[in-house]
């Protein structure tokens, strides 16, 4: 039971912050409350049973209608067990902000700023949380499930 | 002297490189802030050949997702192609025949040469090397007319299908791969000679852009900037997919993580690609290329045609789409620059709920001021150059 070791070793240390887990398809995941992000980051990063040195992907899902309506997406790997993981952590819209891991994963940094530019999720603590793709002054956040596909917004002439 | 001094112009100039400047290639900016030569500070600006790939997707059905994966990396979208195949199939639960494994490994690592070649020619050509440029482009030329002859087209391939492929392997095929990698391999060691021990470029490139390798995992570097750096992680050999673990080949990396190591990696990897492409022309079994599955992979047009069973099943794939059950699945390749991750959402319906790409070049370009404070201007274009940003996929 290799694949489950992650999943086993954080319900161990954080049990009350689980609110879930599965393996489907062989993908570890974990449904994590937001409010330990860090700490279970940290975590993930520094236990010697685990050491999930890289930050492979970060994103966020609009599940609108459901409750909390976000989830960021973490994908860590492991370079020295050669193992996966994916944590989840819902965040609502009337809260919708997390904890940055950039202190974690400096990685982080230009994944944080695509989410909060492409889902309007704001990262606490972040160094510089600003718009990635769009420019400054764009309305809305276009991969939010009720921001319309034909919605146009053009950018004519120098920003400033 | 002190004189001379109070004259002197001393305070920090602020320059932008880009959006279009002539040695980047790609559409990128750099607001680069100077004190005389050296770099103060430097910051990226992105997100000029931003598309909104992620919304399409989600307008779209799960076929129609492929030629958008043309146009991430679109210097190897074979590789793209593959990716997201390979992702879907993981969330159906398919298993490709064996002979559709071998030909995506092919299409894979022709894909993988001409991206290399692409980087190291255009990496040379804006050192001055236009020599070596010339040779790799007739390199790369010819990788294409292979690719070209595969599926029709040399860079929207739109070749895979989710559970198959678009077409067999035309015939001649492997006298023709085997012809162009003899003329590839003497092209490879003109340009090797060219540069590997030319004094211009090794003074451009050595020690330049380097980086310790536990900060590179930090930053999340993947493919050849990472393995130059000294760390032997490929996602072909931590996680073998498609028939990459019956195949011999090797890792080259590197020490530094200098664009020096870089070319030398992506140099090797060009030799390791065609020895593995030979290996699978040779190990290729016969069979079919596509799963028989009516509901997920289009029948052949004959049976479409002749028979109502297959009619039907062609209509709704078509109309409504392939229906994946619910779930959600991470898969991840190695393209030409790093780990290129699919993260997928599925909601039962015919079009993907999420369909994330997780961009290679991104987290490279994000580590340019890191990699550029304190070096000189000059140095951004090497060290951009081995990074190989490529817009379409950065910025999707």
Known sequence: MDASVTLQRLTERFGDSILETHSYRGDDTAVVKKEDIVALCTFLRDDGKLLYNFMMDLTAVDYLGREPRFEVVYHLYSLRYNRRVRIKAGVPESDCSIDSIVPVWIAADWFEREVFDLYGIAFNGHPDLRRLLLYEGFEGHPLRKDYPVKKRQPLIGPIN | ?396
């Open chain 2, 1 to 396: 002297m002190s004189e001379i001094a109070k004259d002197l112009h001393t305070e920090h100039m602020v320059i932008n490189m880009g959006p279009s400047h002539p040695v980047t290639h790609g559409t990128v900016k750099f607001l680069v802030t100077l004190d005389g030569e050296t770099i103060e500070d430097l910051k990226v600006e992105i997100g000029y050949l931003h598309r909104g790939f992620e919304k399409m997707c989600e307008s779209g059905t799960w076929y129609q997702v492929f030629p958008y994966t043309d146009r991430l990396n679109y210097v190897s979208p074979l590789i793209n192609n593959v990716g997201y195949a390979l992702a879907v199939e993981k969330l159906i639960g398919i298993d490709v025949p064996e002979r559709c494994k071998y030909v995506r490994v092919i299409a894979c690592e022709l894909s993988r040469i001409a991206d290399h070649m692409t980087n190291v020619a255009a990496g040379g050509l804006e050192l001055g090397a236009f020599t070596a440029f010339l040779y790799f482009v007739e390199a790369r030329e010819l990788v294409w007319d292979l690719i070209e002859m595969l599926c029709g087209a040399r860079v929207t391939t739109n070749y895979v299908r989710i559970g198959g492929l678009k077409n067999d392997l035309p015939d001649g095929f492997k006298q023709k791969t085997l012809e162009v990698f003899k003329r590839c391999r003497v092209l490879w060691s003109d340009v090797n000679k060219l540069l590997t021990k030319n004094r211009v470029f090794i003074d451009r490139v050595r020690d330049v852009g380097t980086m310790p390798a536990e900060e590179a995992i930090a930053y999340g570097f993947t493919g050849p900037c990472l393995r130059a750096c000294g760390v032997p992680y490929d996602v072909r050999k931590a996680n073998p997919y498609l028939v990459y673990d019956r195949m011999d080949f090797e890792v080259p990396i590197g020490e530094t993580g200098d664009n020096f190591d870089k070319y030398l990696v992506r140099m090797e990897e060009i030799n390791q690609s065609m020895r593995i492409v030979e290996q699978a022309l040779e190990q290729l079994p016969g069979g079919p290329i596509n799963v028989d599955m009516p509901y997920y992979r289009w029948q052949s047009k004959d049976d479409i045609y002749n028979r109502i069973d297959s009619l039907i099943f062609h209509f709704k794939t078509v109309i409504e789409g392939i229906k994946p059950p619910p779930g959600e699945v991470y898969l991840a390749v190695e393209s030409g620059n790093g780990e290129l991750g699919f993260y997928l959402v599925s909601d039962g319906s015919g079009k993907p709920y999420k369909c994330r790409v997780r961009p290679p070049c991104f987290p490279l370009t994000a580590a340019m001021p890191r990699m550029m404070k304190g070096r000189l201007i000059a140095d951004i274009v090497p060290t951009f150059d081995m990074i190989n940003m490529i817009g379409g996929e950065c910025d999707r």
